[in-house]
């Protein structure tokens, strides 16, 4: 047994994977320091997860279409489309609230399945044919909504995007001020333990398999700024309002998009594709199947995000979603996905999806006047891409 | 002065710890035209990129002379500058620009910037007379022509950059006789009027044809220079040189591998090109393969093999295919690549970059890739686990050299990555595979261990066929084989039969038979 472990082979820890978890920590200690600590603040932190889930969700689904090696230029005005059906019924016809949601998220799927059927049956670029949507979605947005604000949307509806899990606060002084909801901390602990059990299991299996392992001190300290992170963030969110409904759902979508990717044959013929659509093809590979659904369902995430934004607004907007699809495809390439397909990551999308969340209220917190925000924004961008190929061109 | 214009003196070139030049030296003399011989993956197509600054210095070592001044080329256009100008085997001409833009393309006639049209087809016309053009318009797109014509254009663009050094890699490869006969005269003309030319051919007919002397490279080293009328210039001449062994230490034996029953058939198979149904690429063609059976599929380029296989292989080209295919005795039909992966088909591409494999990703993922629906996974969940260890059981068995799975299948050297693409089809656990060029651009050590691999393959029982442009390679490894002509089966040898002179005799006769017709 001794022998055994003698002989493993030990290798460091990639720090590249974490490169971008880092510039997050340390984009946040920069806006601390400017703002004087108010980024740092329950409510802020609550806001971030509060303003951007639509971000995350659209970048998820933005990244499946960025490793299939294809964009969506159409994503804001489907958005916006979604959101204004769901609108339009709860206002105008008195449909329930979860009705008009199913029909948010319907409309969203037929918007991707119309995608997909020229992308993958009749082979038009996804540049034209969704350029096409996104002109096509704005207008159509505009119609329904007779280029008015439907609301407000009923309490049911906006819960999704502004209520909190009912739980109990403890160690609350006797006015209800201060004290912290029970319920952060015990995900926080929950996460803590996961965290470095997945990181026990993985040795394991790994020296099992006769795999290299990783050195034990640099999976104690990338566990300790982890959960160091994660433990701030609840506690942060317990000292407010506890768990928004927003982190749940944000968090599912994640989940099930990140075992989608890493787990599952589907996840490995869009990487597969991405990364030599012919090579696929010859694997046996149905590419016109993989992308039809990678489209249906950013359609889908779409109809999601239409609902989480028209009910953060209490209303459906025709202007809204405008520019999203910029906001989401930052996130990717800033987590690390490659413009020519096949390379990214669901957890690095949302990783960006948090920097440019960060930085948006870190500057509205700091007073930057709004185009200097979309200066710096875009600064953000090409630096994080930039140095993220120069590092991968030095490998080589 | 001396009498050489070019010397190349102990170039070294390494991709990624493979040596593919070792210590080649050669000199050519003015005026003359020099032939580069060697196998594939010799180093032929290297030694020229080397040459005209595709690698720049740096890249390499060695020293480049040139007109008695040594040269260090960071890139074409220093190269092009000193008037070495070359044409590679790909046309890099612009489909639908007019031939008078493509014959000045990066090298325009113009006025402060502004370019001359006027100028521009004037001197294109007198290009193309020097060419044997002249009855061509100059405003027609390039694309107008034929591939022979193609290449005189890019001749003609090489003239417009004032030459004095051409270098054809392979100039002949997609022509015909006809036009191959053309070009090689062409070259003749100019060597007269005072060029200096390197040729690099597999046609040894055409080498001894326009040859003034050979260089022979293999393996990366420079093996000899002969001249003509002091060496013997014949094709056996020139073959001993590049091979330089006896061909039996090249092809491992086969032995213990008994023969079964038919497992793989194809009957009437009846193929249409892809864009124009028209235009039949594979007629009436019938084969069949044995369990234990290596059975070549021979013939030129353009005879319709890869269009076969892949035809075969869930109808993966072409249009309006009938005919039947039988696997076991069994009729089946295959429409797409899952099905025939499913019906225990593999098909090995002759190009592993494009068709192969995706580089980006590691070894693991790129050889479980067409198993994984089948033998790697749950309800569409990968199995993580016993992908990593069969990947690695693979590893072993074929001898990819690398410390792990996890290495990315673009920075391996092509025996390896070729190695990877069998361990690909290998795990999907066909009867009948197909190897669309199997060793091309490998180096010998990995030529060995793949054929290796193929009659271990055979040995298990499998149906397999090879398609290979080298004739040697199809003698050495194939028990049996079909002569492919212009999309019809020429004819079939097997055993002692194959011979080189047996498998060109069959093209010939064909040819005339359809001559006659």
């Given at each position: 047994?001794?022998?055994?472990?003698?002989?493993?082979?030990?290798?460091?820890?990639?720090?590249?994977?974490?490169?971008?978890?880092?510039?997050?920590?340390?984009?946040?200690?920069?806006?601390?320091v400017?703002?004087?600590?108010?980024?740092?603040?329950?409510?802020?932190?609550?806001n971030?997860?509060m303003?951007?889930?639509?971000?995350?969700?659209?970048?998820?689904?933005?990244?499946?279409?960025?490793?299939?090696?294809n964009?969506?230029?159409?994503?804001?005005?489907?958005?916006?489309?979604?959101?204004?059906?769901?609108?339009?019924?709860?206002?105008?016809?008195?449909?329930?609230?979860?009705?008009?949601?199913?029909?948010?998220?319907?409309v969203?799927?037929?918007?991707?399945?119309?995608?997909?059927?020229?992308?993958?049956?009749?082979?038009?670029p996804?540049?034209?044919?969704?350029?096409?949507?996104?002109?096509?979605?704005?207008?159509?947005?505009?119609?329904?909504?007779?280029?008015?604000?439907?609301?407000?949307?009923?309490?049911d509806?906006?819960?999704?995007?502004?209520?909190?899990?009912?739980?109990?606060?403890?160690?609350?002084?006797?006015?209800?001020?201060?004290?912290?909801?029970?319920?952060?901390?015990?995900?926080?602990?929950?996460?803590?333990?996961l965290?470095?059990?997945?990181?026990?299991?993985?040795?394991?299996?790994?020296?099992?398999?006769?795999l290299?392992?990783?050195?034990?001190?640099?999976l104690?300290?990338?566990?300790?700024?982890?959960?160091?992170?994660?433990?701030?963030?609840?506690?942060?969110?317990g000292?407010?309002?506890?768990?928004?409904?927003?982190?749940?759902?944000v968090?599912?979508?994640?989940?099930?998009?990140?075992?989608?990717?890493?787990?599952?044959?589907?996840?490995?013929?869009?990487?597969?594709?991405?990364?030599?659509?012919?090579?696929?093809?010859?694997?046996?590979?149905?590419?016109?199947?993989?992308?039809?659904?990678?489209?249906?369902?950013?359609?889908?995430?779409?109809?999601?995000?239409?609902?989480?934004l028209?009910?953060?607004?209490a209303?459906?907007?025709?202007?809204?979603?405008?520019?999203?699809?910029?906001?989401?495809?930052?996130?990717?390439?800033i987590?690390g996905?490659?413009?020519?397909g096949g390379?990214?990551?669901?957890?690095?999308?949302?990783?960006?999806?948090f920097?440019?969340?960060?930085?948006?209220?870190?500057?509205s917190?700091?007073?930057?006047?709004?185009?200097?925000?979309?200066?710096?924004?875009?600064?953000?961008?090409?630096?994080?891409?930039?140095?993220?190929?120069?590092?991968?061109?030095?490998?080589? | 002065?001396?009498?050489?214009?070019?010397?190349?003196?102990?170039?070294?070139?390494?991709?990624?710890?493979?040596?593919?030049?070792?210590?080649?030296?050669?000199?050519?003399?003015?005026?003359?035209?020099?032939?580069?011989?060697?196998?594939?993956?010799?180093?032929?197509?290297?030694?020229?990129?080397?040459?005209?600054?595709?690698?720049?210095?740096?890249?390499?070592?060695?020293?480049?002379?040139?007109?008695?001044?040594?040269?260090?080329?960071?890139?074409?256009r220093?190269?092009e500058?000193?008037g070495?100008?070359?044409?590679?085997?790909?046309?890099?001409?612009?489909?639908?620009?007019?031939?008078?833009?493509?014959?000045?393309?990066?090298?325009?006639?113009?006025?402060?910037?502004?370019?001359?049209?006027?100028?521009?087809?004037?001197?294109?016309?007198?290009?193309?007379?020097?060419?044997g053009?002249?009855?061509?318009?100059?405003?027609?797109?390039?694309?107008?022509?034929?591939?022979?014509?193609?290449?005189?254009?890019?001749?003609?663009?090489?003239?417009?950059?004032?030459?004095?050094?051409?270098?054809?890699?392979?100039?002949?490869?997609?022509?015909?006789?006809?036009?191959?006969?053309?070009?090689?005269?062409?070259?003749?003309?100019?060597?007269?009027?005072?060029?200096?030319?390197?040729?690099?051919?597999?046609?040894?007919?055409?080498?001894s044809?326009?040859?003034?002397s050979?260089?022979?490279?293999?393996?990366?080293?420079?093996?000899?220079?002969?001249?003509?009328?002091?060496?013997?210039?014949?094709?056996?001449?020139?073959?001993?040189?590049?091979?330089?062994?006896?061909?039996?230490?090249?092809y491992?034996?086969?032995?213990?591998?008994?023969?079964?029953?038919?497992?793989?058939?194809?009957?009437?198979?009846?193929?249409y090109?892809?864009?124009?149904?028209?235009?039949p690429?594979l007629?009436?063609?019938?084969?069949?393969?044995?369990?234990?059976e290596?059975?070549?599929?021979?013939?030129?380029?353009?005879?319709?093999?890869?269009?076969?296989?892949?035809?075969?292989?869930?109808?993966s080209?072409?249009?309006?295919?009938?005919?039947?295919?039988?696997?076991?005795?069994?009729?089946?039909?295959?429409g797409?690549?899952?099905?025939?992966?499913?019906?225990?088909?593999?098909y090995?591409?002759?190009?592993?970059?494009?068709?192969?494999?995706?580089?980006?990703?590691?070894?693991?993922?790129?050889?479980?890739?067409?198993?994984?629906?089948?033998?790697?996974s749950?309800?569409?969940?990968?199995?993580?686990?016993?992908?990593?260890?069969?990947?690695?059981?693979?590893?072993?068995?074929?001898?990819?050299?690398?410390?792990?799975?996890?290495?990315?299948?673009?920075?391996?050297?092509?025996?390896?990555?070729?190695?990877?693409?069998?361990?690909?089809?290998?795990?999907?656990?066909p009867?009948?595979?197909?190897?669309?060029?199997?060793?091309?651009?490998?180096?010998?050590?990995?030529?060995?261990?793949?054929?290796?691999?193929?009659?271990?393959?055979?040995?298990?029982?499998?149906?397999?066929?090879?398609?290979?442009?080298?004739?040697?390679?199809?003698?050495?490894?194939?028990?049996?084989?079909?002569?492919?002509?212009?999309?019809?089966?020429?004819?079939?040898?097997?055993?002692?039969?194959?011979?080189?002179?047996?498998?060109m005799?069959?093209i010939?006769?064909?040819?005339?038979?359809?001559?006659?017709?």
């Amino acid at each position: 047994m001794e022998n055994a472990v003698k002989n493993q082979k030990k290798v460091n820890l990639s720090l590249k994977q974490y490169g971008m978890v880092l510039a997050l920590i340390a984009v946040y200690l920069i806006f601390a320091v400017i703002t004087g600590g108010k980024n740092m603040a329950p409510m802020t932190v609550n806001n971030i997860i509060m303003q951007n889930g639509y971000v995350i969700i659209l970048g998820v689904g933005r990244l499946i279409c960025v490793l299939s090696g294809n964009v969506d230029l159409g994503v804001g005005s489907v958005v916006a489309t979604c959101g204004a059906v769901a609108g339009t019924l709860i206002v105008d016809y008195g449909v329930s609230s979860p009705l008009a949601m199913l029909a948010s998220l319907a409309v969203g799927l037929l918007f991707g399945a119309f995608v997909g059927f020229f992308v993958a049956k009749l082979e038009i670029p996804p540049f034209i044919v969704t350029l096409a949507t996104m002109l096509m979605g704005r207008g159509i947005c505009y119609v329904i909504l007779q280029a008015q604000t439907k609301g407000p949307l009923p309490a049911d509806y906006t819960w999704v995007s502004t209520g909190f899990l009912p739980t109990i606060k403890i160690g609350a002084a006797a006015d209800g001020t201060g004290g912290v909801y029970l319920i952060c901390l015990i995900i926080a602990a929950v996460i803590a333990v996961l965290v470095v059990m997945g990181d026990i299991r993985g040795q394991k299996v790994a020296a099992k398999n006769g795999l290299p392992t990783i050195y034990t001190w640099q999976l104690a300290v990338k566990d300790a700024v982890i959960i160091g992170i994660e433990t701030f963030f609840f506690y942060k969110l317990g000292c407010y309002n506890g768990i928004p409904i927003m982190l749940i759902l944000v968090a599912i979508v994640v989940a099930i998009y990140h075992f989608i990717t890493t787990q599952t044959v589907a996840g490995r013929q869009i990487y597969a594709m991405g990364g030599n659509a012919k090579a696929a093809r010859l694997s046996g590979i149905n590419t016109q199947k993989v992308f039809f659904w990678v489209y249906a369902n950013m359609g889908l995430l779409c109809g999601l995000a239409g609902i989480v934004l028209s009910a953060r607004n209490a209303s459906a907007t025709p202007k809204a979603g405008d520019g999203f699809e910029m906001d989401a495809i930052a996130s990717c390439y800033i987590g690390g996905a490659a413009t020519s397909g096949g390379v990214g990551t669901v957890i690095g999308a949302v990783v960006g999806a948090f920097i440019m969340g960060i930085l948006n209220i870190g500057m509205s917190l700091a007073g930057f006047d709004t185009n200097v925000q979309k200066i710096v924004k875009g600064a953000v961008l090409l630096g994080a891409v930039t140095m993220d190929l120069l590092g991968k061109r030095k490998k080589k | 002065m001396a009498e050489y214009i070019l010397e190349m003196n102990h170039i070294v070139k390494e991709f990624s710890g493979v040596r593919a030049l070792d210590d080649v030296n050669f000199k050519v003399r003015q005026g003359e035209i020099m032939a580069i011989c060697g196998e594939n993956g010799a180093g032929k197509s290297t030694l020229m990129n080397v040459l005209s600054g595709v690698y720049p210095h740096g890249e390499y070592s060695g020293d480049i002379i040139y007109k008695g001044e040594e040269c260090r080329f960071r890139r074409i256009r220093d190269s092009e500058k000193k008037g070495i100008v070359i044409i590679h085997q790909e046309l890099a001409l612009s489909p639908y620009l007019s031939i008078a833009e493509n014959v000045f393309l990066g090298n325009e006639r113009k006025k402060n910037g502004i370019i001359d049209w006027v100028e521009t087809r004037r001197e294109a016309q007198t290009l193309l007379e020097k060419v044997g053009l002249e009855r061509e318009n100059v405003n027609v797109p390039v694309n107008t022509l034929g591939v022979g014509k193609q290449q005189l254009i890019e001749i003609a663009k090489a003239l417009g950059k004032k030459a004095d050094l051409l270098i054809l890699d392979e100039p002949t490869a997609a022509l015909n006789d006809q036009e191959s006969k053309q070009l090689l005269d062409l070259m003749l003309q100019l060597k007269a009027q005072g060029m200096t030319c390197i040729i690099i051919s597999h046609k040894l007919n055409e080498i001894s044809y326009v040859a003034d002397s050979i260089t022979i490279i293999r393996d990366g080293h420079t093996i000899e220079t002969l001249e003509k009328g002091k060496d013997d210039f014949s094709e056996e001449r020139i073959i001993k040189g590049m091979v330089g062994r006896e061909l039996t230490n090249r092809y491992p034996k086969r032995t213990d591998c008994p023969i079964g029953d038919v497992i793989f058939q194809v009957k009437d198979w009846n193929v249409y090109h892809p864009d124009d149904s028209t235009r039949p690429i594979l007629k009436n063609i019938d084969l069949q393969v044995r369990a234990g059976e290596v059975v070549g599929l021979a013939g030129l380029m353009g005879a319709g093999r890869t269009e076969l296989a892949m035809s075969l292989f869930g109808k993966s080209y072409g249009q309006k295919i009938s005919g039947q295919v039988l696997i076991n005795g069994k009729e089946v039909e295959m429409g797409n690549v899952q099905e025939a992966i499913s019906q225990k088909m593999a098909y090995v591409s002759e190009d592993r970059k494009t068709y192969g494999l995706v580089l980006i990703d590691s070894i693991k993922f790129n050889m479980t890739l067409s198993a994984l629906r089948n033998f790697f996974s749950r309800r569409g969940i990968v199995d993580q686990n016993s992908e990593a260890v069969k990947a690695e059981e693979y590893r072993r068995r074929i001898n990819v050299k690398t410390n792990s799975i996890e290495q990315v299948v673009g920075s391996l050297s092509g025996g390896n990555q070729q190695k990877v693409v069998l361990a690909k089809w290998m795990l999907t656990q066909p009867d009948v595979l197909i190897l669309d060029e199997p060793t091309r651009g490998i180096d010998v050590g990995a030529k060995y261990e793949i054929y290796t691999v193929i009659n271990e393959l055979a040995k298990a029982g499998k149906a397999i066929i090879i398609i290979s442009s080298e004739m040697p390679e199809i003698i050495g490894t194939c028990d049996r084989t079909y002569v492919l002509n212009e999309g019809e089966i020429a004819g079939e040898l097997r055993g002692e039969e194959m011979t080189q002179e047996a498998i060109m005799g069959a093209i010939m006769a064909h040819n005339n038979r359809k001559g006659e017709l």
